[in-house]
């Protein structure tokens, strides 16, 4: 009676640690918990967890445990190659591994969030936006000359540039660029549109590696900051992306260099 009892309770033990193998495979057992994973991980992308998706990850899993049995029993494993490729997704996986450990534990809080918005918000004060035209042009005296009759009145700056810009996409529109801050713009253009006021136009055209611009402004406005709702997601990724990169500065100056 005893030997029965104990043979029962050595199935009813034996039953939950078979059933945590979801299939096996020439005696290579798939477990349970890496179905769930691959599951989870799907879920993660947007995947809608099921038991059509299950079915769909256990015969996935299937299908690569008997592609590496028969990769590792040719020996493939083995080669240079495949041995480097193996070894740099090892690599990748742990990196990425680490700075998700390392995010988790140092989290970009909210008060990280509205703390560097306040500060971007600070130092973007008195900014100007600016309601803008131009005229492109392929060399100088062809500039000279537009910008002589422009000022003249003997033709108007929408036509001009519509007439002369090689510009495609303002040229079209009598030059117009729209509303923007100058910083929108490269270097010697900005330059020159900072240096306008309202009505304005520049009496010398400005050089660029696009052309030669004639620029007018037509009105000026100072810049609306967006409120912190519209952009903390770009500013949590800047912040994260920030305390990534001092990390990884961390680790190499902590460590040995030869």
Known sequence: M?????????????????????????????????????????????????????????????????????????????????K?????????????????????????????????????KKEQAGRMEYKLRHILVKDEKTAVDLTAKIKSKKVTFEAAAKKNSIDPGSGKKGGELGWGPATNYVPQFAQAVEGLKKGQMTDKPVQTQFGWHIIQVEDTRPMKFPDLKDVKPQIEQMLRQQALANYQQELLKSAKIQ
């Open 2 to 82: 005893k030997r029965i009892s104990l043979f029962v309770a050595a199935c009813v033990l034996a039953a939950p640690v078979y059933a945590q193998n979801v299939a096996t495979v020439n005696g290579q057992p798939i477990t349970q918990a890496s179905l769930d994973q691959f599951v989870s991980l799907l879920v993660k992308q947007g995947a809608q967890d099921s038991p059509q998706l299950r079915d769909q990850v256990k015969q996935e899993l299937i299908n690569r445990t008997v592609a590496v049995q028969a990769a590792e029993k040719a020996g493939i494993d083995k080669q240079p190659q495949v």
């Open 84 to 120: 480097q490729e193996i070894e740099l997704s090892r690599q990748g996986i742990l990196v990425r591994a680490l700075m998700d450990d390392h995010l988790k534990k140092n989290p970009i809080t909210d008060a990280k969030i509205q703390a560097e918005y306040d500060q971007i």
